[in-house]
């Protein structure tokens, strides 16, 4: 159910300065479970999902599958009961598909339960064009008729059947939608070049669990078998390693000490090297990742890569750390175009940052100052949230409809680690705020657009 909110009037006000020190469980991936619950759609029957975040993100993906005839249950502790039995349409309307980039993914799935589907094109957000022709290209090789109308992509496939396709760039959503739809094709599909991110896998084995025939997940060639039918399954979705690694960089910001836990830490594992080269202590063992900040850090060089690369979904928040290193990173941002498009609100908090196309030189300042600024994505909501918990003063964050697409109850959870962070309404961004009230329960926002 989604209600309309005025996110623009929500603010996160965060008094800096305080050193973090906990444990936290990782929620589960939002990139898992968004594409998981498109999948769902194959089942013909009842999915039950573990771990599933509570954002807003998910929110719209079960309208979306509303809207396509399924019925959704949310049980309290994250448990989704999803029921696509009574399915019956594969044209989920614009309003709710343009809203997240990850609404493309019911499109492989109702091609292979369908042959058929309608779905506005996502367009592109503010990190950059978000194309799809990997996605077109990959369901064409598997007899898959594209058509374009009226900002629709219309797909139409009297048959589907397996064929070998090298993907160009090892792109995540193609992979995960080239996957969805040969689970039911013909013979068999090979992926080459495919994307080995851990969400990627935890949807294949999704598939796998439904009944899908599908190995070499993880590695960059995937095959898939295709199966007659699927059917309904249990399923606990993987944890999200940029939530987790934005709470340990929040850990190493605040010079504190986080822990979390139930979480592969090899999914944490490039974040981890850069955290060590900065001198910031950082100790992974079984299922937790621990790390303890240090009064003053060093600088370090990034560049963004493909899983298992540094993830570009913590570049925001990991600039957010160098901008109070003794020295100048280099950053470069290898996957989108426009994913610096934050620094101007770091800058209002006193960072300094040079950006160039896809590099930044990110020069430590002795230290960062309160201000009123605007998340313009959600990665980016997450860099403002840790430069605020460093900063003198009291900040006011706007654009909390972003972070809210992706960070589950983030004031309890730094609240837990004991930072003082508030979420207020009715807030004019002026400090200091006089008439404020805490909004007592999460609310459910849903913008317009974004990544
Ligand atoms: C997924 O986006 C994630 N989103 C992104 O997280 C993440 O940043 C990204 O993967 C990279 O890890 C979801 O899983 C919902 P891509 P996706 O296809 O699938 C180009 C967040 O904040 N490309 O790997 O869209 C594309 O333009 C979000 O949680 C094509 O050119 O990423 C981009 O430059 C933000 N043609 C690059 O490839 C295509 O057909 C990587 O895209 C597809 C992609």
Redesign the pocket.
């Known amino acids: 159910m989604i209600d309309s909110f005025d996110g623009l009037s929500t603010r996160l006000i965060i008094e800096g300065g305080r050193r973090l020190e906990g444990t936290l469980h990782a929620p589960g991936a939002?990139?898992a479970a968004?594409p998981i619950m498109a999948a769902a759609i194959l089942a013909e029957g009842e999915t039950v999902l573990h771990r599933v975040p509570r954002i807003t993100d998910v929110d719209v993906m079960t309208a979306i599958l509303e809207s396509l005839g399924a019925r959704v249950r949310e049980q309290p502790g994250g448990t989704m009961v999803i029921d696509t039995s009574s399915v019956n349409s594969y044209a989920p309307p614009y309003a709710l598909v343009s809203r997240l980039?990850?609404s493309f993914d019911v499109t492989g799935a109702l091609i292979a339960r369908f042959g058929r589907a309608e779905v506005p094109q996502p367009g592109g957000c503010v990190?950059?064009?978000?194309?799809?022709?990997?996605?077109l290209r990959g369901f064409e090789a598997l007899g898959v008729e594209i058509d374009l109308e009226h900002g629709a992509i219309i797909a139409n496939a009297p048959s589907l059947n397996g064929a070998t396709i090298a993907l160009a760039?090892?792109?995540?959503?193609?992979t995960k939608n080239i996957m969805l739809a040969a689970t039911k094709a013909r013979g068999t599909t090979v992926i080459e070049n495919a994307?080995l991110?851990p969400?990627v896998v935890d949807l294949a084995d999704f598939l796998c669990a439904m009944g899908a025939r599908i190995r070499g997940q993880g590695t960059p060639t995937i095959t898939i078998d295709g199966v007659r039918k699927l059917h309904g399954c249990e399923h606990t979705v993987i944890p999200d390693r940029?939530v987790a690694g934005t709470y340990l960089i929040a850990g190493a910001i605040t010079g504190g000490d986080v822990t979390l836990q139930g979480l592969d830490p090899a999914m944490l594992e490039a974040l981890a090297d850069k955290l060590r080269a900065t001198g910031a202590a950082v100790d992974a063992q079984g299922v937790s990742v621990r790390v303890q900040g240090i009064p003053a850090w060093k600088p370090v060089d990034v560049v963004t890569a493909?899983y298992p690369g540094f993830?570009?979904?913590l570049q925001a928040p990991f600039v957010a750390y160098l901008s109070l290193a003794k020295g100048t990173s280099l950053v470069e941002e290898t996957?989108?175009?426009a994913r610096f498009v934050y620094v101007s609100e770091l800058a209002r908090m006193g960072a300094d940052i040079k950006v160039s196309g896809r590099n930044a030189a990110v020069t430590g300042v002795e230290r960062l100052k309160d201000a009123v600024v605007e998340a313009p994505?959600?990665?980016a909501g997450g860099a403002l949230v840790l430069a605020a918990l460093a900063a003198e003063g009291t900040s006011q964050i706007g654009g909390l409809e972003f972070i809210d697409r992706?960070y589950e109850f983030i004031e309890a959870k730094l609240t837990a680690l004991g930072a003082s962070a508030m979420r207020v309404s009715g807030v004019a961004p002026v400090l200091p705020a006089a008439d404020i009230t805490v909004t007592e329960t999460l609310p459910r926002i849903v913008t317009p657009y974004a990544?």
Not at 127 to 133: E, F, K, Y
């Open positions: 939002k990139n968004l980039n990850a990190i950059g064009p978000r194309a799809v022709d990997l996605h760039k090892r792109s995540v959503g193609a994307a991110e969400e940029v493909p993830a570009t979904d996957i989108f175009d994505d959600i990665r992706g990544p």
